[in-house]
């Protein structure tokens, strides 16, 4: 049989035949009885039409999911490469990937995988720049969620960006696949995931369109993200999310939630309290979780009161007071805001102080920047005190140097003078004793 003709894209490489042919294959594997009328009235007078072919047999593609596992592959993948000598597969990949999405009514175990295989298979098959891929990424995004396989997903993530931009899509479009994705990470429990794609599909609304920025839809997103970014047991920092403008309009269109975020993103646990005696009920209205916000409100606030100690050492009585808790919770405190991420230290028990290593800024303005002054200041008074006990020592280490090295000298001269004078006692003696010597002969001599 002869090869199917290159029409530029990768081909299956067991596939080989005629259009015709193939199409014949299929039509009676389906039981496509329209499409097998189609190819019999064909001549090479009138050639058949592949489009009019393809849109019969897409339309009797739904019994393969009732096929044998063991003939799904085959069959779905002759059936991708079919649809692919369209001349435009565009019209009819959206339908028959809907089909591919379907449950294998024939295979309980091993269908949800062998339906995936045959997505993905239309997926790598298009060109990587051909707009339609993107469409039917959606439909494998659709898939995941739906059955939970947000691990089939990781390998996509860090390509879409770059996949997006050479499909061509618009705003609105990525916006919808960002959300698809978040949404299918939600499903898997994987909450600070969805979180940023949220964050990515907000950054998509252009910042210059007030109208834009202010649309339901872009209002719709924002909430979410607060709301996510306040219950997550894992987001400590909102600056971020402030930083978006269509987040900044919910000033206007939400203007408690605003409230709620800006407490969050830099305020205390007393401000928190306040907040909730203003609106009371309203966080259990928006069912919120008034504990799980109450808690994250006093780590944050444990956080603070860290960055804003020039000494590093934060008693006990303030942590107290700040958290409103009994002096029996500081440690149990002192251990979760260190767990958080948000504080490194230790607790010194006997002196009754918290001692700050290091620490996260929650949000770093003016107060901030007049906080790192002081600290720095404080830092240099310190580090000046130690260079000044430094260079003290280094000119007592040199005095008591001299010191060694004179005693030394002296010791040395010492020993030289000594020395002397015993030689000169010993030269007396000697002649002493020849003065007695020759004394002792003259005498000899006269007695003579």
Not at 186 to 195: I, V
Request: overall charge negative; some cysteine; aromatic content about 8%.
């Amino acid at each position: 049989m002869p090869a199917a003709k290159n029409t530029g894209r990768p081909q299956l490489l067991f596939v080989d035949g005629s259009f015709e042919e193939l199409a014949g294959e299929m039509a009676e594997y389906l039981k496509a009885e329209e499409a097998k009328q189609l190819l019999s009235a064909g001549s090479e007078q009138k050639p058949v039409s592949k489009d009019e072919v393809l849109a019969k047999l897409v339309a009797s593609s739904q019994a393969l999911t009732a096929v044998p596992e063991k003939e799904f592959t085959a069959a779905s993948n002759l059936m991708i490469h079919l649809v692919l000598q369209s001349s435009d597969p565009r019209k009819h990949l959206p339908a028959l990937c809907a089909i591919f999405s379907k449950p294998l009514t024939s295979s309980p175990v091993h269908g949800v995988a062998l339906s995936l295989n045959a997505l993905t298979t239309v997926f790598n098959l298009l060109e990587p720049t051909d707009p339609i891929r993107a469409r039917v990424f959606m439909e494998i995004l659709k898939f995941l969620k739906n059955h939970g396989m947000f691990d089939g997903m990781r390998q996509y993530l860090e390509k879409l960006p770059e996949w997006m931009e050479s499909w061509g899509t618009d705003e609105e479009f990525q916006r919808k696949l960002y959300e698809e994705v978040a949404e299918v990470a939600l499903e898997a429990g994987e909450d600070e995931q969805s979180y940023e794609f949220i964050l990515k599909a907000l950054r998509t609304f252009d910042a210059d369109d007030k109208e834009e920025v202010t649309s339901d839809d872009a209002q719709r997103l924002s909430l979410r993200a607060v709301r996510m970014a306040l219950l997550s047991n894992t987001h400590f920092l909102f600056q971020d999310l402030r930083a978006i403008p269509s987040v900044q309009a919910l000033s206007d269109s939400h203007p408690v939630y605003s409230q709620l975020l800006d407490i969050f993103a830099e305020q205390d646990l007393e401000d928190y309290n306040d907040f909730n005696e203003e609106h009371e009920g309203w966080v259990d209205q928006q069912k919120l979780d008034h504990d799980k916000l109450h808690r994250k409100m006093r780590l944050l606030t444990f956080a603070s009161l860290a960055a804003a100690t020039p000494s590093r050492e934060i008693e006990y009585a303030k942590i107290i007071k700040a958290l409103q808790i009994p002096e029996e919770d500081v440690e149990m405190w002192a251990i979760d805001v260190i767990r958080a991420g948000l504080v490194e230290g230790k607790l010194s028990q006997q002196r009754s102080v918290f001692l700050v290593h290091k620490v996260t800024y929650r949000v770093f303005g003016q107060r901030q920047y007049r906080e790192l002054a002081t600290r720095v200041d404080h830092w240099r008074v310190t580090l000046q005190n130690v260079l000044g006990v430094l260079r003290q020592e280094q000119v007592n280490a040199k005095a008591q140097k001299e010191r060694e090295q004179q005693e030394l000298e002296r010791k040395l001269n010492s020993a030289s003078l000594g020395g002397g004078e015993r030689g000169g006692g010993e030269r007396g003696g000697d002649r002493r004793r020849q003065n007695q010597g020759q004394q002792q002969r003259e005498r000899t001599d006269n007695d003579d």
